[in-house]
């Protein structure tokens, strides 16, 4: 208990300068002292300036460029929100909110163009130095994303994520970062949703557009968790000798899966679901035995056995790996929209390739009278949240926990209601598992700040609390109606009386 008093303390100076000053005409959900709001962007799907001062090409300005026609509008993040340009709009848009923390992540290509230290972008640097800079004269601190998923393509023509050796490169740029950067930035973050680039990337529809699934998603994991568990050391290793107190972790993404029916079935169909998703990277981190979930390794190892492959798809880790992974994080990183239903899949025949989905073999699907939002596969479910947070304080032993992401996609306009009723009630589910079950939870992040380019679904899906017109030439932000509920819960630690009406509608 004194520790998580400890850390809590401790997050919260780096985190939050708030101290708390109620409002008076609050719900009475109010979140302790010390608790810090904030909201999240990613370098791809802001800044644009693709090709300019010096940054060089990335895997999904390549992949967007060669396949127009695989992103929904068939846009791309060429300009995007125009961040690059415009990214003192964006820090006034943060003062005005009221956060204390601004969630960003920095292209690799940007400060080192072709993916190797050798040659540093100084114009590159020069443009996170300036925001960082600008941050702290505002008094919001920097969360610092080193990778959401725009790997620089000369890496990947090395086999990107595939290739092993791509953890020693990552310690390079690593260690790039942290010499210019941290003495400013105390909250690091290495790697955003590694299920989803591991999986989407390599064996879907993501850059770079693999096909793979089964074989180098797993191998693009694997090298993710060693770069990762690498990266924590170097950490630790320069926190020593400088004593500079600074917290580095990892996001994983969780969306809650629950039991379709109360059959044991669907309970372990459920169980199974979250170790594949979830303790696929969480296990080897966060638990006390480390190594991948056995249950992962138990199936996998089946079926590539049954269909007859000479060894396990699923790679291993040597001793001196399982060690130097287990453990490696100050906090969790948590990104969590949605909840699903599992129940056990038909399973595939032998002879069919090789799948992550026919190795999990769950089905998993939502209900249809859960509210929907501009995405199909985000509903508003805010009880899953509470039972997420839940299982992961059971699991490995209550870590602390940065919210990095929640949010929803809705249709464009400022009018955003519905917004307000996501944040709203996902907010009074994270209050009771604060207060009610005890998770460790020190922050929380919307994402995003603004509207951006949401991956292969373009410009058609609206996250921001500001809307962005891709039309003009400033990208010109406006504020949303759950701009100023947000700014409200920022700067109160409350959520607010009868701000709307909360009854969530479909
Ligand atoms: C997760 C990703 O980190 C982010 O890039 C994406 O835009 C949001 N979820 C919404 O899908």
């Not at 396990?312 to 239903?341: C, Q």
Request: glycine letters at 8%; proline letters at 5%; aromatic letters at 14%.
């Amino acid at each position: 208990m004194e520790v998580f008093l400890w850390t809590f303390v401790a997050f919260s100076v780096v985190l939050n300068r708030v101290t708390g000053s109620h409002v008076p005409e609050n719900s009475g959900v109010c979140f302790p002292r010390g608790f810090a709001f904030g909201v999240a962007t990613a370098s791809y799907q802001i800044e644009g300036a693709w090709n300019i001062s010096g940054k060089g090409e990335s895997i999904w300005d390549r992949y967007t460029h060669a396949h127009p026609e695989r992103v929904f509008d068939h846009n791309n993040g060429d300009v995007a929100a125009d961040s690059y340009h415009q990214w003192r709009e964006d820090v006034a848009l943060l003062k005005h909110l009221g956060v204390s923390f601004y969630r960003f992540s920095i292209s690799w290509s940007r400060i080192l163009p072709s993916g190797f230290s050798n040659e540093v972008n100084e114009d590159g640097i020069k443009y996170y130095a300036e925001l960082i800079s600008a941050l702290e004269s505002n008094n919001i601190a920097p969360v610092v994303t080193m990778y959401h998923w725009d790997l620089p393509q000369p890496l990947q023509d090395l086999g990107g994520w595939t290739n092993p050796i791509m953890a020693d490169y990552f310690v390079d740029y690593a260690t790039v970062l942290f010499d210019r950067f941290s003495s400013s930035v105390k909250m690091w973050i290495t790697f955003n949703e590694p299920l989803s680039f591991c999986h989407d990337g390599y064996g879907g529809d993501d850059a770079p557009g693999g096909r793979s699934s089964g074989i180098e998603t797993y191998m693009c994991g694997h090298n993710v968790l060693r770069a990762h568990g690498k990266v924590y050391k170097l950490y630790q290793d320069r926190k020593k000798q400088n004593k500079a107190p600074g917290w580095i972790g990892i996001t994983l993404d969780m969306p809650w899966m629950e039991p379709a029916t109360t059959a044991r079935e669907d309970q372990e169909a459920a169980e199974i679901a979250r170790q594949f998703i979830f303790g696929w990277f969480a296990h080897p981190i966060f638990s006390k035995e480390g190594d991948y979930p056995e249950i992962m390794r138990k199936r996998i190892d089946e079926k590539s056995r049954v269909q007859n492959f000479a060894r396990s798809r699923l790679p291993h880790f040597t001793a001196n790996e399982v060690r130097s992974i287990k453990g490696s994080f100050d906090f969790l990183g948590l990104n969590h929209y949605t909840t699903y239903l599992a129940s056990p899949a038909e399973s595939h025949s032998p002879g069919k390739e090789p799948t992550f989905e026919d190795d999990m073999g769950v089905r998993i699907t939502q209900k249809e009278n859960w509210p929907k939002s501009n995405s199909t596969w985000l509903r508003i479910v805010p009880w899953g949240f509470r039972r997420a947070l839940n299982w992961i304080k059971t699991s490995y032993n209550n870590p602390p926990t940065l919210v990095t992401e929640n949010g929803i996609s809705l249709a464009p306009g400022t009018h955003d209601p519905k917004r307000i009723n996501y944040i709203d009630s996902y907010l009074r589910a994270l209050h009771d598992a604060i207060l009610k079950d005890k998770c460790h939870v020190i922050g929380y992040t919307y994402w995003s700040l603004i509207d951006n380019f949401e991956w292969m679904r373009g410009f058609s899906e609206r996250f921001g609390l500001y809307q962005v017109d891709y039309t003009s030439p400033k990208r010109t932000r406006t504020a949303r109606l759950s701009a100023s509920y947000f700014g409200q819960v920022a700067n109160t630690l409350c959520l607010p009386e009868n701000y709307v009406e909360y009854t969530v509608t479909n």
